[in-house]
């Protein structure tokens, strides 16, 4: 029956499609009320019309060259090197975070669900289509059973984001994909199952992020997904902190807005987009991409930033004066450790993910001495990282290129402040929201044919027999 059913829906998609551009093509009166169309179907509409655009371009410029790599380059993470595509959101290291076109703190307002239809199709959804991805995530919500065994069977003093990693990993055999590609399908329709795949991921991942969270910290049963509520909403209250003015509510939304995407060539987007251009499903996929983003260079920094900010604390027995911050500074750097929270590849401006942070701080939690920390903190980093950056140029070495905030400086302090204490939990949060990027990212790759990614290493002797000659 399943496997009927997913054969049918193709058809069925197909049917629609027909039914929606004549919806479009037809004339409407100003009383009319025109729905926008379900994440499938605008999908299903748009993505002809992308292939052809693609098509296009590579047909014009497809000789054209658009970056050089050098040596350091190469040695140095491939920074910088345009060797990728992502339609999803880009960085621009003097602005941030874009959405679709769209400046972040232009559409801090939206919820996830609008974010994730944003995403993957360029518009926002209206009320009608925001309510079908609703009711789509109802339907999809129930976790395995197998997974709760899974995590119960996990060490107890497993990393959180270890037991979420693996229980996706351990949904793998849920893969509509995986089950259409054994029997044979078409290359065009690659997306379909893919798309599947992924809401039925994103449905669940606020309940298992909120299981792992409730079974690590024993925080007794696990609370059920509630339908008709957002999903946002629903994992604040899956966690089980009280929230009595729903505040808390409010900022899971903006969180889980703010850490969606950050283009393609970050560690774990283009982890997870590596693993599925070989054609692995979104399980595996996404539960590789975000072992990357466990790591404490990227997601698991926010982890790393409220533990020295607590620390601070503790030190100077509340929040620190400048000097102090100053004196803590300097001796976490010259201890060899990084300022977590600070700096990045990309953006060379503070975060506005940070920025939209602080002002959420600034409205709800003013006065909580954590979160005048992060304050006080942000008015003296980037000084100290700059000096500390002459220094290390004169010592011959490089400077650090971006002295300002990251996303994940100031939103650990928020968490505290509701309860979440568990800071080693915060890179599962971040990875909830992470997932609606990755999977935008997977699907538009896959109906977009894009190609398994392999590009050339070269030896440290061939570079020593061809630089110079290059
Ligand atoms: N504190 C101390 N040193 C820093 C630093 C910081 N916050 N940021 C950069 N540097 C150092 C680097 O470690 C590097 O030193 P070495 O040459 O000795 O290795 C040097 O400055 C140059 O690095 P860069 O070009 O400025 O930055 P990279 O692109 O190499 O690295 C990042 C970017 C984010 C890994 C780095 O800034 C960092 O480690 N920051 C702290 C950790 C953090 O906040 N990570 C979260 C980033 C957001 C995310 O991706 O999730």
């Known amino acids: 029956m399943a496997e009927m059913s997913c054969r049918i829906l193709p ?35 748009k993505i002809p019309v992308w292939r052809e655009e693609l098509a296009s371009v590579k047909k014009q410029y497809g000789d054209k060259v658009i970056s050089g790599v050098t040596v350091n380059q190469a040695y140095g993470g491939m920074r910088g090197v345009k060797g990728m595509i992502c339609d999803t959101s880009v960085v621009e290291p003097d602005k941030g975070l874009i959405i679709r076109g769209r400046p972040l703190l232009e559409i801090k307002h939206l919820w996830p669900e609008e974010i994730f239809y944003l ?10 289509a925001k309510a079908s991805l609703q009711q789509d995530y109802d339907k999809r919500a129930q976790v395995p059973e197998y997974v709760w065994d899974v995590l119960h069977a996990m060490p107890a003093d497993s990393h ?22 054994d029997k044979g399908m078409t290359k065009g329709e690659y997306w379909i199952p893919t798309l599947e795949d992924s809401l039925a991921l994103l449905a669940k991942l606020p309940g298992i992020a909120a299981g792992v969270y409730r079974i690590r910290y024993n925080k007794g049963d696990l609370i059920p997904w509630t339908p008709g509520l957002d999903w946002g ?10 929230d009595p003015t729903g505040s808390f509510a409010k900022l899971m939304r903006l969180y889980l807005n703010f850490h969606s995407d950050h283009e393609g060539g970050n560690v774990s987007a ?4 590596t693993v599925g251009s070989a054609l692995s499903d979104a399980y595996y996929a996404v539960s590789a991409g975000l072992n990357g983003l466990a790591g404490p260079l990227h997601g698991l920094a926010n982890q790393e930033c409220l533990s020295w900010i607590l620390e601070t604390m503790e030190k100077f027995g509340g929040v620190p004066s400048e000097a102090q911050l100053r004196e803590f500074a300097f001796e976490t750097l010259r201890s060899g450790k990084v300022i977590p929270g600070y700096g990045h590849a990309v953006l060379r401006v503070t975060d506005p993910r940070y920025a939209g942070f602080l002002e959420f701080g600034k409205e709800h939690l003013a006065s909580d001495p954590v979160f005048q920390t992060v304050s006080a903190v942000f008015d003296v980093i980037p000084k100290v990282l700059q000096e500390y950056s002459e220094e290390r140029v004169k010592a011959g070495k490089a400077p650090i290129a971006n002295c300002w905030p990251n996303v994940d400086a100031g939103s650990g302090a928020l968490l505290y402040h509701y309860g979440l204490t568990e800071f080693p939990y915060y890179t599962v949060l971040f990875s909830v929201s992470r997932a609606m990027g990755m999977l935008s990212q997977l699907i538009l790759n896959r109906a977009m044919g894009t190609a398994i990614t392999r590009p050339k290493s070269v030896s440290t002797e061939w570079v020593k027999a061809n630089a110079p000659k290059a």
């Open 11 to 45: 058809i069925v998609w197909i049917i629609l499609r027909r039914m929606i551009d004549t919806l479009f093509q037809s004339r409407h009166d100003d009383s009319e009320v025109i729905h926008m169309a379900t994440l499938q179907e605008a999908l299903a509409k």
């Open 119 to 128: 995403l993957l199709t360029g518009d926002e959804p209206d009320a009608h």
């Open 160 to 181: 959180p984001m270890c037991m979420f990693d693996t229980a996706i990993l351990v949904m793998e055999k849920e893969s509509v994909f995986r089950q259409w590609y």
């Open 233 to 242: 909403a629903n994992y604040a209250n899956m966690l089980g902190l009280p």
């Open 270 to 273: 283009n982890t997870c987009h």
